[in-house]
Structures are given as C-alpha cells and as structure tokens.
C-alpha cells in the first residue's frame, strides 16, 4: 500500500466556480517547534488548479480498523491561497490518507476597496472524523 | 391524498450548530453536502462497499430531513444541521476525498426506505465504538465490508430487510435528467447537443476545455477532448464518456454559471444613481430601493455560501429580512433586519468590489476574434493573457527576471 496521498487545489470564484489563475497557492505542514514545512509554492494555471503534491502519509492499516491507535491514521496540511484582488484563505487541517487523492477547494472572497490581502485572512480548519 | 415523491434539493441549507444556538446558515449544492459529509463521518481508505453503504445512510438521512420538513415545520429557517448531537457531521469548505467524491456524484439521487412507505429512510448511523445505537454503526460496516458484503447487504443488515433502493429521485430544478445510456464517441442526438452547448458556456470559463465547433448534435473527437478535460478538472473519471456523474456535474455547474450571467445582465439595468442610499428599509418596504438591495445581495451570495439567498422582486418579504441578517452577522453589524445607513454602505462596498472583479474578469472570456475591442494594441500583438489593466499588472510574476528575457506578459516591461 503506498505511503504517500496527494494533494490537488482548485481556486475559484462564485457558485458558477470561475476559475482564478494566477493565485499563489502555499502548502505546508506543521513541524516541531511550531514551525512550518513549505511542501509547495505554485502558481494557478487557467483552470486555477495546481499540480498535484505527493504528501507522505502513514500507514494503510491504522484507519482500517478501529481501536485505540497512538497516532491518527492520517498527515496534516495548510493550504494557503493568495491573491492581491480577495481575502488570504487558509485551510488547516487538510487530510491527507495514503493512497487516497485529496481535493481541497478554495472559494476566494473578493477585497472591499482599499484592503489588502495581508490585512484580511479567513482561516477555515477541519476537526478528524469521529471514529 | 396526493403523495408527494420525494426529490433531491438541489441545494441544502445547513445550521452550523444546534438548531436553537445563533450560527451561520450555509448553503450548498446537495451532491457537496452529501461529499462534505461523507469525508467528516468516515475514512477514505475503508473499503469501497462500506463507503457507499455509509454515502446511502448519509443520503437518505439527509433527504428525509427535507422531505418531511423536519426543521422549517418547526419555525427553523434551515433544512439540517452540521451537528451529530442532531444530524450530521458538515464541516464548512474541508477537503473532500476524490474517491468518495466520484462515489457521491454516481449515487447523490438514490436512496434508501422501507418496503410500502414513500418517504427516505431517516438513517441513522453512529461509529460504533465509543457510540452505539441502533442503526448503522461505521466501523462495523467496514468489518462487514472487509468479510464480503455489499453495501446493500451491510445496509439490511443494520436497518432490516424490509428496506429498498430507489435509485435516480428526480432532482429539483433540474429540468434536464440524465438520459442512460451514456454518451459516447459516435453517439447522435439532442442530448449530445445539450452536452456541446453545455461544456462550450463552461469552457468560456474554462479556456482549458476545448471549444466543440460545430454543435451538431455528433460526438466527435473533439468532443470526447472536452469531455476528457472537463472531467480532469473536477474530479470525475476522466474517460470522454458522459455518464451520470460526468452528466450532472455538467449541468450543476451550467446552472451555475447561467444564474451568475443573468444576474449581470439584470444589474445592467439600474443606473448608478439607484445605489444611492434610499432610506432606512425594513420588512414590509416595497420599491425601487428594495429591488436594489435585493440585486446587491444577490451577487454577494453568489460569492458567499453563508449569505442566504434572496429573490430580486422588490418586496421585503421574511426573506429578504433573513438575507439582511445573516450579511450582518458575517459583518460585524447590528444584526436587526434592518437596513439602515451603516448597513447599506457596507453592503454597497462589498458589492462594489465583487461587480467590479466579476466584470473585469468575464471579459477576458471568450477570446474570440469578434471580441469587444481591446484596450490598446499592445493587447492584440501579445496574442494571450494580458494583465494591464487589472490589478496583478504589478504582481511579482512568480519567478525572477534575467538578463536577455523577453516574454509575452509585461513582467519584462514592468
């Protein structure tokens, strides 16, 4: 079974989904000391999407079955998606399974006149599942 | 007594808390919901029935939430709520798992109940460790999955015999339903046209998909390019042939991007001077004012799932009041309904800024050669994407400039 997950954005607009190319999209992963990995930096192309990030994971078998398990059967990322037009949106807690393709979206919300990106963040997180 | 058949909504709105705890209200599409809840409740990496037995429960669930009304009889202005205390795990724009994703887009209109009734299953479910209930437990329908069941099998096994499968429940709005058996190279005929009228809007978005030129109703290689790039890019199985799934993303995202149009074009017909501040407004108001509120959150809502959405009719109705209050409580504002100076000024700013990047970004599509007649000439010599005039012209173009470069994108020049 692989020991790696993948990881694919897409940033876009609207209920209609319009795509944003050229966002800057930063992942990263949380390491000692309450530092940060950077995993990867892209730029979105014209269907806002990034190429995919191979992300470790653990092993298969911790989230097959259930029982008292010391680490959760899952890596942990951020997602960072920028760009100079719309709120910083930061996803934490993106799951990433072995084996498994992760799709994280990020629905950009426009700036009001006069803000900047570095003023204005939304930070989303996701708790694990409850098993 | 008519009997209601049950549908599937096309959107669902969620509390983000206990039903009588203030919270955000969110709406989204119903195929999301259902994806969103999936990857909140189970693993990804279980086993293919025990998913789709799981996907099932939290369907029918759901659906028997909207059906029987459960929460607006009851003066609640939401369908369900994100917690399992009550309902369902839902977490606000989490990852989904593409597995689980392409399972949902196959089976997001079928459901499950019992033999002689009509309404879905209220299928209740629980992990089965730390929880037990009578219903579903999770992790025993992975253990039943694991010895060989299918998902129908673990689904009797937990709910009983007496339950059956309803597969493809009319879904709302949706006029166009998917034609089985899907459609494929070589295949002829309406449908096939509306799938080449469909992916050609989408793709004006979408300069990835190629353009299917011309739309006759045969579906050709070109077509079956379209068809490929489109599933690439949302996540369905990228085999140029139009199944359910590949059908019904087409025509939920079509929806979208025409609702989105024709509120444009609708904007296009006030005059600048209608954003003036007319007034306090309150429910019971009527007029000009109000059609002009009522336009100004709809576009925001287009943006934002926790705004509820609103009708452009020129009434202040309940809901028109429940949109002005859920933008307030997004806002930082007095949450009362009403819409006083503060309030519209805030709204008219949002607004503004979300009007100006729609249009500006909706007319770099299509680029076409009967295209609106471009800025300066510099736009036509450089044959491709052009950022003056926007607000990325003096954005760090991602990678550093040398000596002796040249491109087609102004960085050089900047």
Redesign the interface.
């Known amino acids: 079974m692989a020991n790696t997950g993948r990881l694919?954005v897409?940033v876009y607009?609207?209920?209609?989904?319009?795509?944003l190319?050229?966002a800057?999209v930063v992942v990263t992963q949380n390491a000692a000391n309450g530092k940060y990995n950077l995993l990867s930096v892209q730029?979105t192309?014209?269907?806002g999407?990034i190429r995919p990030v191979e992300i470790a994971a653990p092993e298969?078998g911790n989230?097959?079955m259930?029982?008292e398990q010391p680490d959760p059967?899952?890596a942990l990322c951020s997602v960072w998606a920028e760009h100079?037009?719309y709120v910083l949106l930061q996803?934490d807690?993106?799951?990433i399974?072995?084996?498994?393709?992760?799709?994280?979206?990020m629905?950009m919300?426009?700036?009001?006149?006069g803000q900047s990106s570095l003023q204005r963040r939304y930070v989303?997180g996701?708790?694990p599942?409850?098993? | 007594m008519p009997v209601v058949i049950p549908y599937v909504p096309r959107t669902i709105t969620v509390h983000m808390g206990p039903p009588d705890q203030p919270a955000e209200n969110v709406t989204v599409t119903f195929p999301d919901y259902v994806k969103n809840v999936a990857s909140s409740e189970i693993y990804p990496t279980w086993e293919p029935a025990a998913i789709r037995a799981n996907i099932l429960a939290i369907i029918s669930f759901a659906l028997n939430r909207v059906y029987t009304e459960f929460y607006p009889s009851r003066g609640y202005d939401f369908q369900i709520t994100a917690t399992t205390a009550y309902d369902q795990k839902f977490i606000r724009g989490r990852n989904i798992f593409e597995n689980i994703s392409q399972v949902v887009d196959e089976i997001f209109n079928n459901y499950i109940r019992r033999q002689g009734y009509v309404e879905p299953l209220s299928a209740k479910f629980c992990n089965g460790t730390t929880t037990t209930c009578d219903g579903l437990s999770q992790w025993g329908s992975q253990s039943l999955a694991q010895q060989g069941l299918n998902s129908m099998e673990i689904l009797r096994h937990y709910y009983g015999n007496n339950i059956e499968l309803v597969v493809n429940a009319p879904v709302q709005d949706i006029v166009e339903s998917y034609p089985d058996p899907p459609l494929r190279l070589g295949s002829v005929g309406q449908e096939v046209v509306v799938v080449q009228v469909m992916l050609n809007r989408i793709s004006q978005n979408y300069p990835a998909i190629p353009k299917i030129r011309p739309a006759q109703g045969s579906y050709d290689e070109n077509t079956q390019a379209a068809v490929r790039e489109f599933q690439r890019i949302f996540n369905l199985t990228p085999d140029g042939v139009v199944g359910k799934a590949t059908w019904y993303k087409l025509v939920y995202l079509y929806v979208g991007v025409v609702q989105l149009s024709e509120l444009l074009s609708q904007g296009q017909t006030f005059y600048n001077v209608q954003f003036v501040f007319p007034g306090v407004l309150q429910e019971g108001d009527s007029g000009n004012g109000v059609q002009v509120l009522q336009y100004m959150l709809a576009i925001l809502a287009q943006f934002d799932n926790r705004l509820s959405p609103v009708q452009i009719d020129g009434q202040f109705g309940p809901n028109t009041t429940r949109a002005v209050l859920s933008y307030q409580r997004g806002s930082n504002l007095a949450a009362d309904g009403v819409v006083g100076r503060a309030t519209w000024d805030s709204i008219y700013r949002d607004f503004l800024a979300a009007d100006q990047l729609l249009k500006r970004d909706l007319e770099r599509f299509p680029r076409t050669a009967a295209q609106v007649v471009p800025a300066s000439t510099l736009e036509v010599s450089s044959g491709g994407e052009d950022y003056s005039g926007t607000s990325r012209f003096g954005q760090y173009p991602g990678r550093p400039l040398r000596l002796g470069q040249a491109d087609q994108r102004k960085a050089v020049q900047v």
Request: aromatic content about 4%; charged content about 20%; hydrophobic content about 30%.
């Open positions: 694919s897409r607009i609207t209920k209609a989904e319009l795509p190319p050229g800057t730029m192309d014209s269907s999407m298969a989230s097959t259930p029982g059967p899952f100079p037009d996803a807690g993106v799951q399974f072995p084996g498994v393709e992760t799709m994280q979206d629905e919300l426009p700036l009001s006149e989303q996701t708790t599942q409850s098993l």
